[in-house]
């Protein structure tokens, strides 16, 4: 079955297309916060070179997160809508999960000078939590990720980004679940509230 | 394409607005809100009403299409709002519907929020009359436009330069303990009420700009009016402050609107954005184009609040008369100016 993968979880957004495990075209653009205008552009570019009608996918896969919002729910309103219009199943994976392999633990950046994290032991270990580098005690596995945090952890942080094989990896068995993304922040942490009060 | 059916994304603020027009035939009209989750706030939340388009968008579309009584497959162009607004909110809307043109290989048209304040007007009442004036008054603007061609040519003849007029009714409404949005509950008041009160009618001296607006120094005389009765110990008659803010907001509009007619030779002028479905201001605004021989337009209440019938009229009007779609790196502005309809 074809699968159409999307992350939009970290700086890189990635899109891939795979024949049951097999990556059959794959892309990761450095897009920053830039994740809207390029997400489509990307998916239609990668199907191209696969040689795949979007008619054509049976399911897609796509990362809930955790990481920097806005972006975040362009990559979970794409795959949501194009599944809508596909008649396919959308799973939702944890981002985390798509970075790396085996025991380790994976950071990210989530912005506001903290970092996302999960760690694995085989299965998921501990997280996805969110915090400042420097106050996380992380378990004494390899760390993967977002290498700029190394200084700040205290250790070597191998560079790793999200992958296709990673996202069809982390696809948990069983029917897909409602797309809630992990936010691991609540939004009234920041009542950055539009309207100005009045001013006397 | 004769009469094209377009599908609308509106997210530009708290409202998840999705609507199907075709031709200028209203089919649907479908809203989610998450107004309730920011009145606490005493005002819109970005990151709260982001979370609730997600969660909306997938849902409200099938509430559209299902009213419509239409297919996702009947689909001929998907339009979007891309700005202004909140971007984070605005973004939301703009993913979805470049998946959805994209899914459906129909074109896609980032339009302007205000301009489809504007074109909504023309589900009810039919094309508008090319040039119009047009008075656009909503929660974040206020600005009175020459239409040549509601396609691709509108023309800003002036704004507010401090509040817009919306702004200013949710900040009155603060003042008077009303709850947020301040607009409908200041309107109601106001029934009950009569304006007594004398507040000042901003940027109305003959040296000043004709089409410019303010309304800070009003809301402030609001504000310093009620503060000194309690002071005094004097009860506030609040349907009267409402009603008499009230007043001096609909003088200045309707007479800057009016002029902005007579003085381009226009005899049409159409009102949209939120403020319009306020009782008074459509009252006032009859009377005075009556007066002056002008034919006014104002499209129903329902119709002046955000929604994505309006943006879908506004696509359909683009695709109708032949304007380019957008590019597929479409992406928000959160400060689109107002004269780009459509990018
Ligand atoms: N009956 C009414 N009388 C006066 N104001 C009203 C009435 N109903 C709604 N409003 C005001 O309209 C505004 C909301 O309108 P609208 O939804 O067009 O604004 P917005 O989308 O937030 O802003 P913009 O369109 O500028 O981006 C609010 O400020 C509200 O108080
Ligand atoms: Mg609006």
Redesign the pocket.
């Known amino acids: 079955m074809l699968t159409l993968a999307i992350d939009t979880a970290t700086p890189t957004l990635v899109v891939g297309l795979a024949d049951g495990d097999r990556v059959l075209a794959e892309a990761g653009v450095p897009s920053g916060t830039r994740h809207a205008e390029l997400l489509t552009p990307t998916v239609t570019d990668v199907l191209t070179r696969a040689g795949v009608a979007l008619a054509d996918v049976g399911r897609l896969v796509v990362g809930l997160g955790p990481g920097p919002y806005t972006g975040l729910r362009v990559g979970i309103v794409t795959a949501a809508a194009l599944g809508d219009v596909v008649g396919a199943p959308v799973h939702g994976v944890c981002s985390l999960d798509a970075v790396g392999d085996g025991p380790r633990v994976v950071v990210t950046d989530a912005r506001r000078k903290e970092v996302y994290w999960r760690a694995y032991d085989g299965a998921p270990l501990a997280g996805p939590g969110v915090g400042r580098p420097e106050e996380l005690d992380l378990p004494d596995l390899p760390v993967v990720g977002d290498a700029r945090f190394a200084e700040r952890l205290g250790r070597g942080v191998a560079p790793a980004e999200v992958t296709t094989a990673g996202l069809l990896r982390a696809v948990p068995a069983g029917p897909p679940a409602p797309l809630t993304p992990l936010y691991l922040r609540r939004p009234d942490a920041v009542p950055n509230v539009v309207r100005k009060p009045v001013t006397r | 394409m004769a009469e094209p059916l377009v599908l609308g994304f509106e997210t530009?603020?708290d409202?998840t607005g999705i609507g199907l027009v075709r031709g200028h035939t209203l089919l649907s009209d479908a809203l989610a809100t998450s107004m309730a989750e920011h009145e606490r706030f005493g005002g819109v939340v970005p990151e709260i009403a982001s979370r609730a388009h997600l969660e909306a968008m997938v849902p409200t579309v099938h509430r559209a299409l299902a009213d419509a009584g239409a297919a996702l497959s009947d689909v001929d162009a998907v339009a979007v709002t891309s700005g202004?607004?909140l971007t984070g909110a605005l973004l939301v809307g703009v993913a979805a519907a470049k998946a959805y043109a994209l899914a459906l290989g129909v074109p896609l048209y980032g339009v302007n929020?205000?301009a489809a304040?504007v074109a909504v007007d023309e589900l009810e009442h039919g094309r508008l009359a090319e040039p119009s004036i047009a008075m656009l008054v909503?929660?974040?603007?206020s600005s009175i436009l020459l239409v040549p061609d509601l396609s691709q040519d509108v023309v800003e003849l002036g704004r507010t330069i401090d509040d817009?007029a919306?702004?200013a009714?949710?900040k009155v409404a603060r003042v008077l303990d009303l709850p947020f949005?301040?607009?409908?509950p200041?309107?109601r008041a106001a029934q009950e009420g009569t304006a007594s009160i004398a507040f000042p009618r901003g940027l109305t001296g003959p040296r000043d700009p004709a089409y410019d607006f303010s309304f800070s120094g009003l809301k402030t005389a609001v504000a310093r009016w009620v503060e000194a009765q309690q002071r005094d110990g004097v009860h506030v008659s609040v349907p009267d402050v409402a009603a008499s803010f009230q007043e001096a907001v609909v003088d200045v509009l309707t007479a800057k609107a009016v002029r902005a007619c007579r003085d381009h030779g226009v005899d049409h002028l159409v009102i949209g954005?939120?403020?319009a479905?306020?009782?008074r201001?459509r009252a006032v605004a009859q009377e005075r184009c009556d007066a002056a021989g002008i034919v006014l337009r104002v499209p129903s209440r329902r119709l002046?609040?955000?929604n994505g019938a309006m943006v879908a009229a506004l696509g359909s009007r683009l695709v109708m008369a032949g304007v380019a779609p957008s590019q597929p790196d479409l992406g928000a502005d959160s400060s689109l100016p107002i004269d780009v309809v459509s990018r």
């Open positions: 530009s603020c409202e202004p607004g929020h205000l304040h909503s929660g974040g603007h817009a919306g702004e009714f949710d949005p301040g607009g409908p200041i309107d954005g939120g403020v479905a306020n009782s201001l002046c609040t955000d």
